[in-house]
């Protein structure tokens, strides 16, 4: 079955520091990965989606300069948060899929800022 | 305006009983519609999803009914158990590039 890892599942930072996280697709290639950020009241927010041979689309609000993507093959992809502060707190998902509309997630990176 | 609304925010049924989440939709192009599963401090799972062009979608106990022309569908969960305590976001898409728009989520309780 397709699999999607991430990690770190949760990390702690303080505030205007920076943190990366990554996502991994197993057993599929992921022509498309997209990110997400669950706020603590469960809402979903699409942050970019990444799709191969194309540019990484940004959603409003989100910007490559804050919240910058590398996909550099089908398996991986990692996005940074940089200058992190308290609103950017949350479950950063990663949901990758192989060429249908279906969004495989992984189990997220819960960040934390101090 | 949330485009894809669900109409309960929790929902509690005994074990055994069949749950009914209920979700509608404000964009006449969404054409495909999955339905995620999500336990605290995990991820969303993809539970049963269903295109436009049916009505219906039934896998074991999770049937999705869809009304294309009221812009409307629904998860059933037949026979409930604990373990389906969850909560349960309907999600839709029209064109991939745009990525799954989500609703808030209906948290399910299951109890004994």
């Known amino acids: 079955g397709a699999l999607v890892y991430q990690y770190p599942r949760r990390t702690i930072c303080k505030s205007g520091t920076s943190m990366r996280m990554e996502c991994q697709a197993v057993?599929?290639?992921?022509?498309?990965v997209a990110w997400y950020r669950q706020s603590p009241q469960k809402t979903f927010e699409l942050i970019a989606l990444?799709?191969?041979?194309?540019?990484?689309?940004?959603e409003q609000n989100f910007t490559q300069e804050k919240f910058p993507i590398s996909h550099p093959n089908l398996s991986f992809s990692s996005m940074t948060v940089l200058n992190a502060y308290l609103e950017d707190r949350g479950l950063y998902l990663c949901?990758?899929?192989?060429?249908?509309?279906?969004?495989?997630f992984g189990s997220g990176t819960r960040l934390t800022v101090l | 305006q949330q485009q894809v609304r669900q109409s309960s925010q929790s929902l509690t049924v005994w074990e055994g009983e069949t749950a009914i989440l209920n979700c509608s939709y404000e964009?006449?192009?969404?054409?495909?519609f999955p339905w995620y599963q999500q336990f605290p401090g995990e991820g969303p799972a993809l539970l049963i999803a269903?295109?436009?062009?049916?009505d219906k979608k039934e896998d074991g106990r999770f049937t999705i009914f869809f009304n294309k022309r009221e812009k409307n569908l629904s998860l059933h969960i037949k026979d409930s158990q604990p373990g389906d305590s969850a909560t349960y976001f309907c999600?839709?898409?029209?064109?991939?590039?745009?990525?799954?728009?989500f609703g808030l989520g209906t948290r399910v309780s299951v109890f004994p």
């Open positions: 949901g990758a899929d192989w060429g249908g509309e279906t969004l495989y």
């Open positions: 057993g599929f290639q992921a022509t498309s």
């Open positions: 990444s799709t191969v041979n194309s540019a990484i689309k940004y």
């Open positions: 964009n006449s192009a969404f054409d495909y």
């Open positions: 269903i295109r436009s062009v049916s």
């Open positions: 999600a839709a898409i029209n064109n991939y590039a745009q990525g799954l728009t």
